[in-house]
């Protein structure tokens, strides 16, 4: 597995080489992320709004299992998944890519962060679905699809795009997993909701990084 270096970063590379998809498949990847996270919404508003068999199982599985450690683990996760935490992580990101001389994948970080909230602020007004009742934290706003999740997946997964380094792409998914498994286990939102959220960070990362890897050169010309 290649370590990550300051030359992996700077260094110009085809958008087929390294781990990750092409621009095409990254587009394509993001627009079927996005119906998909759009349909399941739909679907649960269809369904009455309210948690479905699935989301009933695991909301119940996760109080079987609580814990003091675990209940710890969710609430540092939460803080650290939180808005402002991400979004000094975001323009750390930012300010990195700036340094080394990379300002298309700076202003790639900064449309996908607005894109995302954006889009999940949208959904959230639309659905209006109720969180949990037993919610072991402060709640915001309506339940899907769980802003802590998407944000996670935004940020990880427009990095892993970036960088295209098979170790970030299993540190992405290894933060989605434990930021929705911490947004369960709080019972801040049904699995339903962080389905949903990775769904759309994930296809709004793919998108706007396929977007702007096609203004900045038409395809076939190699792109960082």
């Known amino acids: 597995m290649a370590l990550i270096t300051d030359r992996h970063l700077a260094d110009p590379r085809p958008d087929t080489e390294g781990a990750g998809p092409s621009r095409p498949i990254a587009f394509w990847l993001g627009l079927t992320g996005l119906c998909a996270a759009v349909l399941l919404g739909v679907w649960v508003f269809l369904s009455g709004n ?12 996760m109080r ?3 814990t003091d450690v675990g209940l710890f683990l969710a609430h540092s996760l939460e803080f650290i998944g ?4 991400m979004i000094l992580a975001g323009a750390a990101g930012v300010v ?21 909230q954006a889009v999940t602020t949208l959904l959230k007004v639309l659905f209006a679905r109720p969180r949990p ?3 072991l934290t402060v709640i915001g706003l309506t339940s899907y699809p769980s802003g802590h999740t998407t944000l996670a997946a935004t940020l990880v997964v427009i990095v892993a795009l970036l960088v295209r380094q098979q170790l970030v792409w299993i540190l992405a998914v290894v933060w989605v997993v434990v930021m929705a498994w911490s947004r369960a286990y709080l019972e801040a939102h049904w699995l339903t909701d962080t389905i949903g959220g990775a769904l759309l960070g994930t296809a709004a990362a793919l998108l706007v990084w396929s977007a702007t890897a096609t203004v900045r050169l038409p395809p076939g010309v190699p792109s960082r």
């Open 64 to 66: 079987a299992w609580r």
């Open 82 to 85: 939180g808005v402002f935490p």
């Open 50 to 61: 309210g948690p479905l068999p699935l989301d009933a199982w695991w909301h119940d599985l």
């Open 133 to 135: 009742a037993d919610s």
């Open 96 to 116: 990195g890519f700036l340094i080394i001389g990379r300002p298309w994948s700076a202003l790639t970080v900064v449309l996908t962060l607005l894109a995302s």
